[in-house]
């Protein structure tokens, strides 16, 4: 059921709540007004039953984050939030709390989770997840390395654009412990020089198929070390 970029708010997600749809499993409202009295509503009627949950470009905060909670997690296997811009830490010490062993792709881009909620991500029960967008948060290079030490050993998508990250971040990537399982990396808009792509050209990385590197600051050595 998908309703992107309407003028749906917290009634309306009442209503969506409220509805006959008891066969739903993927609900898509990306780009509309929905809050956090709309994610309660929601929580107490179908999320339960939901596989697949997209709330990008809404209005939810970290409380939010905390009506979603309970048994909300415990079929869900795709749950984006990005861009609401103020999930922040306290919004990733929910999801923490939560069980969410089915996860398999999370979007949380643009949310400042910063440094912190990195680390939290990374030490997270997300053994199975395979797609992560967490481009956009001010996760630097520490929060890169908490992510290639956790516990993504499955991962295939990484998208960590846009968060102030440097050749020293890049040397933690490049000895993730999912670098085997990777094939789709996104380290557009950061402040990474030549070095950092020396790192990744001898690091473990032996299926990437797709790979981001604009906006950094590379030159033409850079070129020829990736290829």
């Known amino acids: 059921f998908t309703l992107n970029s309407n003028q749906i708010d917290n009634e309306g997600a009442y209503n969506i ?20 009295e709309g994610a309660l509503f929601l929580s107490k009627t179908i999320l339960k039953q939901l596989t697949h949950l997209d709330l990008e470009w809404n209005a939810l905060t970290h409380m939010g984050m905390h009506y979603l909670s309970g048994e909300t997690f415990s079929n869900i296997s795709s749950f984006n939030i990005s861009n609401n ?3 922040g830490i ?11 062993a089915n996860l398999t792709n999370l979007y949380i881009a643009s949310n400042m989770i910063c440094t912190k909620g990195a680390e ?17 948060n001010n996760i630097c290079d520490l929060g890169l390395y908490y992510l290639s030490t956790g516990v993504l050993t499955q991962l295939r998508e990484l998208n ?7 050749e020293e971040g890049v040397g933690y ?55």
């Open 17 to 36: 709540g409220k509805g006959n749809m008891k066969a739903l499993t993927h609900l898509t409202v990306k780009s509309n007004k929905i809050g956090n």
């Open 173 to 227: 990537l490049a000895q993730a412990v999912f670098s085997n399982t990777l094939e789709w990396l996104n380290i557009e808009g950061n402040k990474i020089k030549d070095k950092g792509i020396e790192h990744l050209a001898y690091g473990k990385f032996r299926n990437i198929s797709y790979f981001k590197t604009g906006e950094n600051q590379l030159t033409s050595k850079s070129a020829y070390d990736i290829y």
């Open 90 to 100: 306290q919004g990733v010490v929910v999801i923490a709390t939560q069980s969410i």
């Open 120 to 136: 939290m991500i990374g030490m997270l029960n997300l053994c199975h997840l395979e797609i992560l967008d967490i481009s956009d």
């Open 85 to 87: 811009n103020q999930i």
């Open 160 to 166: 960590v654009s846009l968060n102030q990250i440097t």
